[in-house]
């Protein structure tokens, strides 16, 4: 018994490690003050409403109702649904396959001028979407962009036509303008876990025979899958956080027609109001909330059901 009691008491006491709270603290306290309070604040404001005498009052989930229930107001949010989900799905078929190739091709050590294109291909990236907006939008105008005579100067000048202003093309062509905004993402993200693959691991691959595309395919790719899964998921959520690029170019009413209204600029015409229509913060809440839960279900999805499959590709 003294024995036991002799080897506790020399038991020398872990170090309370206080700097690592004294770091975090003023990242913590601007992400709560930032993210966190109006977070919470726009989910409380979804369960109250304002009647006809202007008496603010609680109303629990009659707001979720009215949005889900109400067809003045459903018929508007899955129009906006779809239209997200249409703006996502060209991002991740389009948008980042190109990035994970560019990647490849900037990864060949051999390559003249590699620098260079991996800046170009990413300096869009560093742009504004007010400059990237209104720049397309001249760009693509029918009365005095240059697009037109761009087409015309190599024989294809009849393709013309003002996809921005057609309710059937205008919201591919702003999610293509989006594309090339932010290829140089992805591209950055799979150059970077390209580059961390072991050297050694490729020479051996290279004596046993695979070299060019049989190496990428069986040996690179499966690496770099948690990198595609990573770019995968900020892709989903900035695409469902998408505002600024639609709003620059076609208002916020989503012209032509609410043909490229997402669930962005459906959350800032209700919260807001425009020139039609007085805006409704309860109203806009409860969208900002079904927007934070579709998100927040998408980065659960890849945590617990994706996320773990890929983890046994890493080294």
Known sequence: MNQVTTTTAS?????????????????????????????????RLSFFNKDATGLVSFVGIANWFKLFGNPNWSGTFWNALVDNLHFFIIHMVVQNP???????????????????????????????FVIVGFTWRLILSPTWGIAKSLLAAVGLGSWFEPWLGQENTALTTLAFISVWQFVGIPMMLTYAALLAIPDELLEAASLDGLTGFAQFFKIKLPLIWPTIGIISILTFVGNFNAFDLIYVSQGAIASPNYSTDILGTFLYRTFFGNQLVLGDPYMGATIAGVMFLIILSGVLVYLFGVQRRLTYYQL
């Open 11 to 43: 038991t020398p006491r872990k170090p309370v490690r206080w700097h690592i709270g004294v770091l975090l603290a003023p990242a913590a306290a601007i992400y709560t003050l930032v993210m966190i309070i109006p977070l919470i604040e726009t989910m």
């Open 98 to 128: 190109i990035g994970v190739v560019l990647a490849a091709l900037l990864s060949i050590p051999r390559l003249p001028g590699r620098v260079f294109y991996r800046t170009a291909f990413f300096m869009p990236t560093m742009l504004s």
